[in-house]
């Protein structure tokens, strides 16, 4: 090889490198991925269980039974411990007091998710009326403390001093018993709270892999539009404020604040919808989880005119899944009032179990398998509270009574939820604990038929947050979250940016009446300040991505209704699993596809391009009665078939892979020609 030779194919080597560099750099920053080397999905976490013991369970006694037993020596705690408007819990606590006093009735509490920062019993009291005003005087004329009322609920705390003076006092009054004899109290309920729906500038990946960032480039940015987000925290908003966030936002609190500045979910929410629409208006809405609060931030957000509302938080097993409830109630309520609302479908998926009620033995205990009556999980540990909730298709009647017992890993009774259903007004069915656990052992959960009333026909679910359940036991599909699931919801599951891989927490419909959701899937386990170093994970991160792309769409076309929004969503999405839509991925993933390429020349409000009216749009793939109010549209004929990109969105989303991987073959090719340089300098060298 002579040396002239090794001068040219080096110049070639160079320049082949630079082409392919630059191809592979280019790609990379369009959303494009190296083979291989993507984020993997993200792993279920491991399940060390091991052999689920044979366990012999014997019936707990039942409060009515304990109330019989002291009845005589205790006849006011007798009356609690049958007192059907109160909370199992609370009966507990006061039977803790009476066998172990004070220390061990707080102890109790605090384990159990009923005891506030401030010694104070918390409550939800649920009422037959909405004019709540009297009631509350004659709560704080009894020493309550009402921390916030909303339509017909109010969340109340009872200090810890009050309840000690009562039971000390010479003639005994629980204050208990006041509170459920006042007039139209139904209900004392423990107050379970939503959760959120997680697991230089940065800059996330779902903004390229969405195709947000050429909208962007055409100058739309969500310029316009006010976007609530609804959240159970923000803490460090103010030091992103002019990077991450807006210069300015506009931030509120409802209920107990003491999260806001503790909890940063909000904020990476936040973050990611200022990433999609860095022209959008931000209203943050803090809530501290619960009913009341949720409805007054709610009823704030729509005082502010926003356009959409994003909420990553949710419940699951509180209500029938079937788009009614308490917070789909405040969904419809916006949704009527022009908002487009986007929820989390929920990371349920791999912690929900659903099945038939089963005792083939007739011992009243359900049995999960034949060899099994016990349901084995690991909770998160000291410092998380964990979250059971048990219901079943008992909606209507409530007269199908089954109890939750929660056993240690040496098969003692640790807890037992047992609350009324004999078709009383107020009642659920629905069982459940809040437990915070000291260790990360294996716990036991098992199902009882209450003395046998049942008829032992019902279909449960059960959710654990803050825990692991046995992967023989998880069942994907009815995993969906409230409200996720109410008619004016849009909801949205998770997938992996890297390579739309479904995440394997990611809720799953159908919903109770046979509905398919989520709506659309969207990218997760991206980048955020807020979590640095960690990935941002879960449908959390989803639904923001949907409610900066419907910013986008509204700043360019402000016209567009909540059901046209969700439609033109739905049909630029790129389909993913079985083809059409399904209820892991809804029709796909979040895609806006080819921006609006009238907007560089022409005023906005003359680019608005025609669309069917409303009254064409199709009907939902499951048909709604003609007189439903609300409800999302399914596919129209505005933009091509449902489940598939259009042209301009595919052939980008190709374009990107084909110029990754040209770059990698090129960067290869320079390689091997260096390579040659090398061995002809060495021949030469020989030679001499």
Aim: include cysteine.
């Amino acid at each position: 090889m002579k040396s002239q030779h090794i001068v040219i194919i080096a110049i070639v080597a160079v320049m082949v490198l630079l082409i392919g560099v630059g191809a592979l750099v280019y790609g990379l920053s369009q959303g494009g991925s190296i083979p291989g080397l993507a984020s993997q999905p993200t792993p279920t976490p491991a399940r060390l269980f091991g052999d689920i013991p044979k366990i012999e369970v014997t019936p707990p006694a039942s409060l009515e039974e304990i109330a019989a037993e002291i009845e005589a020596d205790y006849p006011e705690l007798a009356d609690i411990l049958r007192d059907p408007k109160l909370g199992s819990v609370y009966k507990d606590f006061y039977l803790a007091y009476q066998q172990g006093g004070e220390s061990t009735a707080i102890a109790l509490a605090r384990q159990r998710g009923i005891l506030n920062r401030n010694d104070e019993i918390e409550m939800t009291l649920v009422l037959d009326t909405e004019d709540t005003a009297p009631l509350i005087a004659e709560l704080e004329a009894e020493g309550v403390i009402v921390t916030g009322s909303f339509k017909n609920k109010i969340n109340v705390a009872i200090p810890i001093a009050l309840i000690n003076e009562q039971i000390k006092a010479e003639e005994p009054e629980l204050i208990v018993q006041r509170i459920s004899n006042l007039d139209h109290v139904i209900r004392l309920e423990v107050p379970y709270k939503n959760v959120p729906r997680q697991e230089g500038i940065i800059l996330g990946q779902g903004v390229n892999k969405t195709q947000a960032n050429q909208w962007q480039e055409k100058g739309l940015t969500g310029s316009g539009v006010k976007v609530g987000i609804l959240d159970l925290g923000f803490a460090g908003y103010q030091e992103l404020l002019g990077t991450e966030l807006p210069e300015t936002v506009t931030a509120q609190t409802f209920g107990d604040d003491a999260m806001f500045n503790q909890e940063v979910h909000g904020t990476a929410c936040a973050e990611i919808i200022h990433e999609m629409a860095p022209g959008a208006e931000l209203y943050l809405a803090y809530y501290d989880g619960s009913d009341v609060a949720m409805g007054l931030a709610v009823e704030w957000l729509i005082n502010q005119n926003v356009d959409i509302i994003s909420n990553s938080t949710g419940s699951n097993g509180l209500t029938p899944l079937d788009g009614t409830g308490f917070a789909a109630e405040l969904v419809n309520w916006a949704y009527d009032e022009g908002i487009f609302w986007v929820n989390a479908a929920g990371n349920e998926a791999d912690v929900h179990w659903r099945g038939s009620f089963t005792d083939s033995n007739g011992d009243t205990i359900h049995e999960f398998f034949p060899d099994s009556v016990v349901l084995p999980f690991i909770p998160f540990g000291p410092g998380e509270q964990t979250q059971i909730i048990l219901s079943w298709d008992d909606w209507q009647n409530v007269d199908q009574d089954y109890d939750l017992a929660l056993f240690d890993p040496d098969e003692n009774l640790l807890g037992k939820s047992e609350e009324p259903q004999d078709g009383q007004p107020g009642q659920l069915p629905i069982e459940g604990f809040l437990y915070e656990f000291s260790d990360n052992e294996i716990y036991f959960l098992v199902i009882q038929n209450y003395e046998n009333r049942a008829r032992g026909d019902a279909t449960f679910d059960l959710f654990i947050h803050g825990g692991l359940m046995h992967p023989d036991y998880t069942v994907a599909e009815h995993s969906l979250g409230n409200p996720a699931d109410a008619q004016g919801a849009f909801a949205v599951g998770a997938v992996n940016w890297a390579d739309d891989v479904l995440e394997a927490y990611s809720s799953q419909g159908p919903t109770s009446d046979g509905r398919i959701k989520p709506d659309l899937s969207a990218p997760s386990v991206v980048d955020s300040r807020s979590y640095a170093p960690e990935a941002f994970d879960g449908t959390s991160a989803a639904a923001p991505h949907v409610s900066g792309a419907a910013a986008l769409i509204l700043e360019a076309f402000p016209e567009l209704t909540p059901a046209e929004l969700a439609a033109f969503l739905q049909e630029q999405a790129i389909d993913l699993g079985d083809s059409g839509p399904d209820n892991a991925f809804g029709v796909g993933r979040l895609n806006l596809g080819a921006a609006p390429e009238l907007l560089v020349e022409v005023e906005p409000a003359e680019t608005v391009p025609t669309l069917p009216p409303v009254e064409e749009l199709q009907p939902t793939s499951t048909p709604r009665p003609p007189q439903a109010a609300v409800g999302l549209p399914g596919p129209t004929d505005i933009g091509g078939e449902v489940g598939q990109p259009g042209p301009a969105a595919q052939g980008s989303s190709d374009l990107v892979g084909t110029l990754v991987g040209l770059g990698l073959c090129l960067t290869c090719l320079a390689g091997l020609l260096f390579l040659l340089v090398v061995i002809g300098l060495i021949m030469i060298r020989r030679k001499k």
